[in-house]
């Protein structure tokens, strides 16, 4: 049986060797600190996080008169994640916590996410909803909410999702009016749907951030406004008070997840539910939006780690089964699978934390924020897909107990498939890679980072001749692929162009996630002279198959999706089915 198993040494070559976070002198971190915090939290992971992924997985959670209930051994993790300072990791100083760079913060999500992706959700929503009250909050919201957010007493969600609204927010129902009697305070009354971590005994209170419209509300996004909902009321000593008439309703019976309560949030049934106004009226979905694109990349972590960890565990599966006197692994089709695996789940991680350090640099120069715009998307939906499809191989590789529940394998591919459903379907952020980060600034994001691609591609040696082939076609094909959609916009035939999103962004997925390998490679090939053992050597090499195989394997299909994108010039919506 394998078990709990970290690549330290590829986060710690990405962190360090590949994107030198050590240059953020804001943090004062050497690479001695970054090694510990990555260390220490990954014991944390094995020894507390990763032993309750399977059983709690087959526990779920309950909706009882008292409300949800989790896993009882959740509440002693959680204690332990908190007094540990855990959640307080990427945090600012001035709320008590600890900041470090973003992709370390990043790279630590993606160990516990791969651990138990159901429980990490818990403090995974809190984070978000606390970023928004941080940065848009009044003095109230601040002193009333952030400090028993930050010590593990309160938790957080958003409440966005509605039965007639989903993709559709602009089309939600549920309404504020002002209360006469409190100023800064209105009668919420309406029903959310797939709310994850709603309600739980994980916390003594759940804070909701919820989107309503108020009577001077236009139809559409921008007549929507945020407000923040206590489950129950606090008092002005900050003392828990009475319901604040928000129930969860139901659970959902879901694929995957199980530990995570994806809740029916009922607000104001009796008229009694009360929510302070966060940020201005109207600002509502703005507002949210300032956790989307941490969200969003969040999300693309889940696929990204439930990918590496899928293939840790069936690389040590193939390397001990043995069939026709051999071990697995030395089956031809196995170590296809195997390698295909690890070039991209390694791809995936390199992305997302990239993406994440551009966080970092953002702060210092505003360019930054355009390429964010284009990677968080990609992350994403790539993420998200590409993350499902490496633990289908695993259980490929597992044969007959992959299917099985012995091995724990078929519940990664079914934790991930989630990933590509919330915080914007894929087919929503393909849509909004071309649309609104593409032609809206009539691409000039685009070719700032397909100078960044060149400028890697010019630094291979003649051993990479085959893959710098490839990558030419390939950006050949995306350009000849992003001019046809541009030709289609101008003339107005935006059906064409949307039902094109979708490869459009898988085919510049491929090229973005082979240049950051591509770049792991040239690095790789520059320190391999210098590596200090045999071990060191191997893992080097190993970059460089990565960056190979990713070419002949994923790259070479964004050349076939620029081709898809080209040869059909006919809205396909009016075809009938």
């Known amino acids: 049986m394998a078990v709990y198993k970290s690549d330290q040494q590829d986060i710690l070559f990405n962190l360090l060797d590949v994107l030198n976070i050590t240059e953020h002198e804001e943090y004062g971190f050497d690479e001695s600190s970054v090694k510990e915090i990555l260390g220490e939290f990954d014991k944390f992971v094995e020894n507390e996080i990763y032993p309750t992924r399977q ?28 007094e540990m300072g855990w959640f307080a990791l990427g945090q600012p100083e001035e709320i008590g916590g600890s900041p470090v760079p973003e992709a370390l913060s990043t790279a630590c999500l993606s160990l516990s996410a791969a651990a138990n992706c159901g429980w990490s959700m818990y403090p995974g929503l809190t984070k978000g909803a606390l970023s928004v009250m941080r940065l848009v909050g009044d003095d ?10 930050m010590n593990g007493t309160w938790g957080g969600t958003m409440c966005l999702t509605e039965a007639g609204a989903g993709s559709d927010v602009g089309n939600l129902n549920t309404t504020a009016k002002p209360m006469d009697s409190k100023e800064g305070w ?60 928000v129930r969860c309703s139901g659970i959902e019976h879901k694929m995957g997840i199980h530990a995570s309560a994806t809740c029916v ?13 966060i940020g201005e009226e109207f600002d509502g979905m703005k507002n949210m939006f300032i956790m989307m694109n941490q969200a969003r990349l969040d999300v693309g972590v889940q696929g990204e780690s439930q990918a590496n960890l899928a293939y840790e565990l069936t690389k040590q599966y193939v390397q001990e089964r043995t069939q026709f006197r051999t071990e697995i692994i030395n089956l031809p089709d196995v170590k296809r699978m195997i390698l295909k695996m690890r070039a991209m ?40 897909d590409q993350g499902f499809n490496v633990a289908v191989d695993a259980i490929q590789c597992h044969g007959g107990y992959g299917f099985c529940t012995e091995y724990g394998i078929e519940q990664f591919a079914r934790d991930t498939k989630i990933a590509s459903l919330y915080e914007g379907t894929n087919g929503i952020q393909a849509i909004d890679l071309v649309t609104r980060k593409i032609l809206k600034d ?3 994001a685009l070719r700032e980072l397909s100078e960044d691609i060149f400028k890697t591609s010019n630094k291979l040696s003649d051993e990479f001749s085959f893959e710098r082939g490839v990558f030419s076609k390939a950006l050949a094909a995306a350009q000849e692929a992003m001019g046809f959609i541009g030709k289609k916009a101008k003339a107005g035939e935006m059906n064409i162009v949307l039902q094109n999103c979708m490869d459009f962004l898988n085919l510049s997925s ?31 090499e190993s970059k460089i198959v990565d960056f190979k195989i990713y070419c002949s394997h994923y790259l070479v299909q964004s050349i076939a999706l620029a081709k898809t994108i080209t040869s059909l010039d006919q809205d ?5 089915v």
Not at 347 to 373: C, M, P, Q, V
Not at 521 to 535: F, G
Not at 572 to 576: P, R, S, V
């Open 55 to 82: 059983k709690s997985d087959v526990e779920g959670v309950k909706l009882t008169d008292d409300g949800v209930i989790v896993p009882e051994y959740f509440k002693d993790l959680n204690k332990k994640f908190y």
């Open 140 to 149: 109230y919201v601040k002193n009333t909410y952030i400090e028993p957010i």
């Open 186 to 245: 209105w009668k919420i009354k309406g029903t959310k749907i797939f709310i994850s971590s709603g309600e739980s005994d994980l916390y003594e209170n759940n804070i909701h951030l919820v989107l309503a419209r108020t009577p001077e509300g236009k139809p559409g996004p921008k007549g929507i406004s945020l407000f923040v909902v206590p489950r129950f009321r606090v008092n002005a000593d900050g003392s828990l008070g009475e319901s604040n008439d």
């Open 265 to 277: 949030m009922n607000f104001g049934d009796n008229n009694e539910c009360e929510g302070y106004l």
């Open 345 to 384: 789940s390694r791809g995936l991680r390199s992305l997302t934390l990239y993406t994440a350090n551009l966080f970092d640099k953002a702060h210092k120069d505003e360019k930054y924020n355009s390429i964010i715009g284009l990677l968080v998307p990609i992350c994403k939906s790539f993420g998200s």
């Open 442 to 444: 009539k691409g000039a």
């Open 510 to 540: 491929h090229i973005v996630v082979a240049w950051r390998l591509m770049e792991s490679a040239w690095i790789a090939d520059e320190k391999m002279e210098s590596a200090q053992s045999d071990a060191e050597k191997e893992y080097l």
């Open 572 to 576: 396909i919506t009016k075809y009938k």
